[in-house]
């Protein structure tokens, strides 16, 4: 097995806790926290840890999302926005199911992704996702205790059935190598003007969420990254 559970910026330390002893649960040892607003590893996250003591001490942390999934091939984020602006939606089976094959060996990493109690996670972290899951709560009130929605998608992930071989399917690209590439075509599109800097970050999100979907390989990747630095060897060559 091979997942992480990841948490942006909790704010509480019962929830940490909580979510401590739900790893231990369901038997995933690696807890992973992005700039955490409370102590993980007071005496409150301990006193909801119970006898998941070791998963907070071994919990690693992260100063943003990019860092904690930079290992990661296969990630899936939860949103409880009805429509996070475009954001395509996944059901729990469906995104789950396409998590499932990082549980077995021989496995990539794999991570799922919790978002903030009070607003949960961006837009932009969103993008960070190959799929966003949205859990079937009431519409008129869709947010879930973040714990419990740990515990929900856990228990909904040990229920899918084994992936079982599959040759035509490669694994996607691990998150910090798209991150590297993308921040290189940033830097090219930003020097020969086609990308300005107060609309760039929304413009890379669309090229961002573009790849997501399309679920681009490592080789793939390469290719594209040594495209954009051949394009800023010549443009460079070519400056007065």
């Known amino acids: 097995m091979s997942l992480a559970v990841v948490l942006v910026e909790p704010a509480g330390p019962l929830n940490v806790g909580s979510v401590a002893r739900l790893c231990a649960n369901f038997n995933i040892s690696d807890l992973r926290l992005v700039a955490p607003r409370c102590d993980h590893r007071g005496p409150e996250a301990r006193l909801m840890a119970v006898h998941a003591e070791a998963v907070l001490e071994r919990a690693q942390v992260f100063p943003h999302l990019e860092a904690a999934l930079a290992d990661c091939t296969r990630v899936v984020a939860t949103s409880g926005r009805i429509e996070p602006e475009g954001m395509p939606l996944s059901d729990p089976a469906e995104a789950l199911g396409w998590l499932q094959p990082v549980m077995e060996p021989p496995s990539t990493q794999g991570a799922l992704v919790f ?29 879930l205790n973040l714990s419990h929605a740990v515990a929900i998608c856990l228990h909904g992930l040990q229920q899918q059935p084994p992936a079982g071989p599959n040759p035509t399917t490669a694994e996607p690209c691990p998150r910090g190598a798209l991150e ?61």
């Open 115 to 143: 978002g903030r109690e009070d607003c949960g996670l961006t837009n932009q972290e969103l993008l960070q996702a190959g799929r966003v899951l949205r859990l079937h709560s009431s519409e008129a009130y869709a947010s």
């Open 180 to 240: 590297a590439a993308l921040a290189d075509a940033e830097a090219l599109l930003l020097e020969v003007g086609f990308l300005h800097p107060h609309t760039a970050a929304a413009r890379m999100g669309k090229v961002r969420g573009l790849l997501q979907r399309a679920q681009v390989r490592e080789p793939e990747v390469a290719l594209l990254r040594g495209m954009v630095r051949q394009l800023r060897w010549a443009t460079q060559r070519r400056s007065p």
